[in-house]
Each structure stands twice: as structure tokens, then as C-alpha cells.
């Protein structure tokens, strides 16, 4: 059952990473982005819009009326839309991770097939950041993560489980989910967050050796086969874990809950590097 675990985490690392909220949204909704136009000198590695104008851009974008009308429809209201507001004008003025996202922009415009990379920046930066947070911050961070996950419509979590949710489908589902969170409870998600992508930056990967992945999986795919099998349905649900995609939405949240409950219930050095596993980029 160990493969099957990684398709777990696979499933969790593309929902719960790519939780940067609408930031990443906005980045590829601005038609300065969508439609780059390469320089005619004859050479294809330059952009034709400047480094600096590009971080000038990044850092006006918090400030667009659609960002808080988009903010607003997706349920932020009173101090948690001026949260959202204040989250995105940290990330996106902050230097050292707009400096980021504007090389990537420009390497984008040198080399189209590299323009899905530029979408989604700010996710993957947190991604490579997290495992630099302390494992009180990792457990906090997958606890808010958890709620959220607990409080989707079944159908919605199944969806994400069974990876059938279109990215920009997925991001307005956990968006909405993150502005019911109290106040304290966003504030503290955004901190995190705003570390998390600054790590990213400058802080190189971690690894985890494939002796410590292995333990991962092997001490996850006990525990959910221990579940599954005091399950109303172990038989049906045995055979969900083995082809989630073709499982009911009901039983693929079932699982992937099972799955964040037996990472919440683990301690010390065990529970750190299972987050650790989870934050790994998807393979």
C-alpha cells in the first residue's frame, strides 16, 4: 500500500501547496503576463518588458479594485478582506520574492514552454519554503489545513481527491474555505505563508533521505490499512484507496481524511517528517 501512499500525499501536496489563495490568480489574470511578447533582436532569451517594470507591476497589483471585489465573492469580509489585502502587498513588495517572480516571468517570455512555470509562482515558493518552518509552525500550518479540508462539501473534497478539479475551480473552493477561518486563525495562515515563500527563495531544498520517505510511508499505509479495516466498508473502501480516481466522491474524502487525521495524530521526530513528506513537490 506504500505506493498508494505517495499518491496520497501527491493528491494533498497539489491542493494544499497550491494554496496561495487568489494571489496566484492574479498573476495570471494580468494581461501583461498572459500575453508576454518576445524582443525582435534575434535573440529569444530576453524579454521585452524590463526586470523593473515587471516588480513594478507585482507591487501595484494588490491595489487593483478587482483584487477585493474578487476577495469580497469569495466570502472576505471587514478585517480578514483587509487580511487578504495586506497579505498580498507583503508578498508581492516584498523584494527578494518579486525579484523571483519577475526572473521567472522573464525566463517564461524566452521560452514558452516553460510559461506554465510562471503560473502559480508564489505556491511553489511556499511549497519549498515549509520545510524550513519549525515543526510547530508544520503541525500548526497542516492543522488549519486540516480544518479546511474537514469543513468542504463532500463532493468538492472528493473532487480534489480524485484530482478532478480544474486548478482555477480548485483555488475559488479553498479560498472560500480560508476566509471562514477566524481571524486569528487567517492572520497566523498568512504569517506562515509569507515565510514560508520568503524560505523558498533563499533557503535551498530540503531533502528527505529514501530511508527516512520509506518509514513515511510505511508507518501511513499501516495506520490507514488499521482504519479502513474498522471501516463500515473495508472491502469498498480497500478497493477505493486502490484506484481513487475511479472511487466515489464520498469514499476518496473519506480517505484523504483518514489520511490528514493519521499525520495530525503522530508526534515528535515521526510527525515532522511526515510533514515534511507532504510538503515535497508532487512528483
Same mark, same amino acid.
Given at each position: 500500500?506504500?505506493?498508494?501512499?505517495?499518491?496520497? @500525499?501527491?493528491?494533498?501536496?497539489?491542493?494544499?501547496?497550491?494554496?496561495?489563495?487568489?494571489?496566484?490568480?492574479?498573476?495570471?489574470?494580468?494581461?501583461?503576463?498572459?500575453?508576454?511578447?518576445?524582443?525582435?533582436?534575434?535573440?529569444? &532569451?530576453?524579454?521585452?518588458?524590463?526586470? @523593473?517594470?515587471?516588480?513594478?507591476?507585482?507591487?501595484?497589483?494588490?491595489?487593483?479594485?478587482?483584487?477585493? @471585489?474578487?476577495?469580497?465573492?469569495?466570502?472576505?469580509?471587514?478585517?480578514?478582506?483587509?487580511?487578504?489585502?495586506?497579505?498580498?502587498?507583503?508578498?508581492?513588495?516584498?523584494?527578494?520574492?518579486?525579484?523571483?517572480?519577475?526572473?521567472?516571468?522573464?525566463?517564461?517570455?524566452?521560452?514558452?514552454?516553460?510559461?506554465?512555470?510562471?503560473?502559480?509562482?508564489?505556491?511553489?515558493?511556499?511549497?519549498?519554503?515549509?520545510?524550513?518552518?519549525?515543526?510547530?509552525?508544520?503541525?500548526?500550518?497542516?492543522?488549519?489545513?486540516?480544518?479546511?479540508?474537514?469543513?468542504?462539501?463532500?463532493?468538492?473534497?472528493?473532487?480534489?481527491?480524485?484530482?478532478?478539479?480544474?486548478?482555477?475551480?480548485?483555488?475559488?473552493?479553498?479560498?472560500?474555505?480560508?476566509?471562514?477561518?477566524?481571524?486569528?486563525?487567517?492572520?497566523?495562515?498568512?504569517?506562515?505563508?509569507?515565510?514560508?515563500?520568503?524560505?523558498?527563495?533563499?533557503?535551498?531544498?530540503?531533502?528527505?533521505?529514501?530511508?527516512?520517505? &520509506?518509514?513515511?510511508?510505511?508507518?501511513?499505509?499501516?495506520?490507514?490499512?488499521?482504519?479502513?479495516?474498522?471501516? &463500515?466498508?473495508?472491502?469498498?473502501?480497500?478497493?477505493?484507496?486502490?484506484?481513487?480516481?475511479?472511487?466515489?466522491?464520498?469514499?476518496?474524502?473519506?480517505?484523504?481524511?483518514?489520511?490528514?487525521?493519521?499525520?495530525?495524530?503522530?508526534?515528535?521526530?515521526?510527525?515532522?517528517?511526515?510533514?515534511?513528506?507532504? @510538503?515535497?513537490?508532487?512528483?
Amino acid at each position: 500500500m506504500t505506493h498508494l501512499v505517495r499518491l496520497g @500525499s501527491a493528491r494533498f501536496s497539489w491542493c494544499l501547496r497550491c494554496l496561495a489563495l487568489a494571489l496566484s490568480c492574479l498573476l495570471s489574470a494580468q494581461p501583461a503576463f498572459a500575453q508576454p511578447t518576445l524582443a525582435q533582436s534575434g535573440t529569444a &532569451d530576453r524579454a521585452s518588458v524590463p526586470r @523593473s517594470d515587471i516588480i513594478r507591476l507585482l507591487a501595484a497589483l494588490p491595489d487593483y479594485a478587482d483584487f477585493r @471585489s474578487e476577495m469580497r465573492t469569495l466570502g472576505f469580509r471587514g478585517e480578514k478582506l483587509d487580511l487578504a489585502v495586506a497579505h498580498a502587498e507583503l508578498i508581492y513588495r516584498d523584494p527578494v520574492i518579486a525579484g523571483y517572480v519577475a526572473d521567472r516571468v522573464i525566463a517564461a517570455y524566452g521560452a514558452p514552454e516553460t510559461g506554465a512555470d510562471a503560473r502559480g509562482l508564489i505556491g511553489s515558493l511556499i511549497e519549498r519554503g515549509l520545510p524550513h518552518m519549525s515543526t510547530a509552525e508544520l503541525g500548526y500550518y497542516h492543522r488549519v489545513e486540516k480544518l479546511m479540508m474537514e469543513a468542504l462539501p463532500v463532493r468538492d473534497c472528493g473532487r480534489i481527491m480524485r484530482n478532478r478539479m480544474p486548478p482555477g475551480q480548485f483555488v475559488r473552493v479553498m479560498s472560500r474555505m480560508a476566509a471562514r477561518l477566524n481571524t486569528a486563525g487567517l492572520r497566523n495562515y498568512y504569517r506562515l505563508q509569507a515565510k514560508a515563500a520568503r524560505h523558498g527563495v533563499t533557503r535551498p531544498p530540503v531533502r528527505l533521505s529514501r530511508a527516512r520517505m &520509506d518509514a513515511v510511508e510505511t508507518r501511513i499505509a499501516e495506520a490507514l490499512a488499521t482504519r479502513i479495516a474498522q471501516s &463500515d466498508s473495508p472491502r469498498v473502501m480497500q478497493r477505493a484507496i486502490g484506484n481513487l480516481p475511479g472511487a466515489s466522491n464520498a469514499r476518496a474524502c473519506a480517505i484523504g481524511r483518514m489520511f490528514m487525521d493519521i499525520v495530525a495524530d503522530m508526534e515528535g521526530q515521526e510527525q515532522r517528517d511526515a510533514l515534511l513528506y507532504l @510538503s515535497l513537490p508532487s512528483p
